[in-house]
């Protein structure tokens, strides 16, 4: 085949709790759903089963019932999700480690103007030079990667470590918010989970919105991700041992990809490993973190009304759980699961939600919430204390799992 860390300690379960809707409450919605008929909108034939709202439903001259129709395996907007998921709590930036701290004042004396003001090539720019003073850490081998995608070939890079194989094999979907990211500012992150997990992995450069939008990223993850399962053994990987992992909308990608691999009958993942992950892009206030931790904290509430902007082609695209896994109605019979949110992280709540539905579904889950730290340490190129920690745990769950 051709190819064009510290000691910690356990970081406590921070119980979260969620009301889901009833069965017959799903029955109900679907008896109201109808369909589009005819004029159903050209992107809807890319999810398969049921449709999105299109531009006739929307203005309303078409025949859509009621809400928007969805897959079977989705729980939308207008079914009751959480009536009492969590109570507000008031966010103390005293409670913030000291070295974070520093970054966050750092970030704010330097007075950078906002992504969202800027052309997305100079934002991506900015991204990878901010990762470029980083001294790479050493693996075995790394090579270019060529793979066969859905919209042509998929861009990724290849690490072996240098211990003896085979080693299991985990694939990398970076985070950004669907916009930003590529394989040189996860160059880093993929080189530590080669290093630390003991593991060949493979660093995908999915298609990123605006230029390709939902569902573009996600066809890009399940491709590369089913390539992997099967030239495994090409990386000196073991294709019976393979992982998928990603942070924040890299966690997103991973979870739909599990799902996606549950629903197509294989192959069979050894784990999803998902980091402070997306799992829900529709508009509202049902996640008190998301206003608590909305500004001042690195990542704010603007910064993700953009990605999801540039993301989402269309509004009703947030409801399908292709862009929202926290909607899937059914979430058995997934791989084991890692996942690890920030205590003052926007997206500490949803991803709180998404690792307790996991376990009632009867999934192993491992699930860490750091206290006193941000949304993105595991790739700050500050390398903060909590990021390092982040590291340990993550790293640790991936060699037990790939070790089983």
Do not use: K
Not at 220 to 249: F, H, K, Q, Y
Not at 318 to 328: F, K, Q, R
């Amino acid at each position: 085949m051709e190819w064009s860390s510290s000691s910690t300690a356990a970081v406590p379960y921070r119980a979260t709790s969620i009301l889901m809707t009833s069965p017959a409450d799903a029955s109900a919605l679907a008896a109201r759903r109808g369909t589009c008929g005819p004029h159903d909108s050209v992107p809807a034939a890319r999810f398969g089963r049921g449709t999105v709202l299109c531009e006739a439903c929307r203005a309303g001259h078409g025949t859509l019932g009621n809400g928007v129709p969805m897959p079977d395996d989705a729980t939308p907007d207008d079914l009751r999700v959480d009536d009492v998921l969590l109570d507000d709590v008031r966010l103390d930036a005293a409670r913030l480690d000291d070295d974070v701290r520093a970054h966050l004042a750092a970030m704010e004396a330097a007075a950078e103007p906002p992504d969202w003001t800027l052309p997305i090539e100079t934002v991506r720019e900015r991204g990878r030079a901010a990762y470029a003073p980083l001294r790479p850490t050493a693996v075995g081998e790394v090579q270019e990667v060529q793979l066969p995608g859905p919209g042509g070939p998929i861009p990724a890079r290849a690490y072996r470590p240098a211990t003896d194989g085979p080693h299991g094999t985990v694939v990398m979907l970076h985070g950004g918010g669907f916009a930003l990211g590529d394989l040189e500012t996860h160059d880093e992150a993929a080189r530590r989970t080669c290093v630390g997990a003991d593991a060949a992995v493979v660093s995908v450069d999915y298609r990123l919105a605006p230029e390709h939008p939902f569902p573009a990223g996600v066809d890009d993850a399940e491709s590369a991700t089913r390539w992997a399962a099967e030239w495994a053994r090409d990386l000196g990987g073991d294709p019976e041992r393979l992982i998928v992992t990603g942070d924040s909308a890299g966690g997103n990608l991973a979870a739909v990809v599990a799902r996606r691999f549950r629903d197509g009958g294989g192959p069979a993942l050894a784990g999803q490993a998902l980091v402070y992950p997306v799992t829900d892009m529709r508009p509202g206030e049902r996640w008190p973190s998301r206003r608590t931790a909305a500004t001042g904290f690195g990542l704010t509430r603007e910064a993700m009304d953009w990605f999801g902007r540039l993301y989402l082609a269309e509004e009703a695209h947030a409801a399908h759980p292709d862009a929202s896994p926290i909607v899937a109605s059914d979430l058995s019979g997934l791989p084991p699961a890692f996942v690890l949110t920030a205590e003052f992280d926007p997206l500490r709540d949803e991803g709180d939600a998404y690792a307790r539905r996991l376990a009632e579904a009867g999934v192993e889950v491992e699930h860490h919430v750091l206290p006193g730290t941000i949304h993105g340490i595991l790739t700050n190129p500050a390398r903060l204390r909590s990021g390092e920690v982040a590291w340990r745990l993550l790293t640790d769950w991936i060699r037990a799992r790939l070790g089983d």
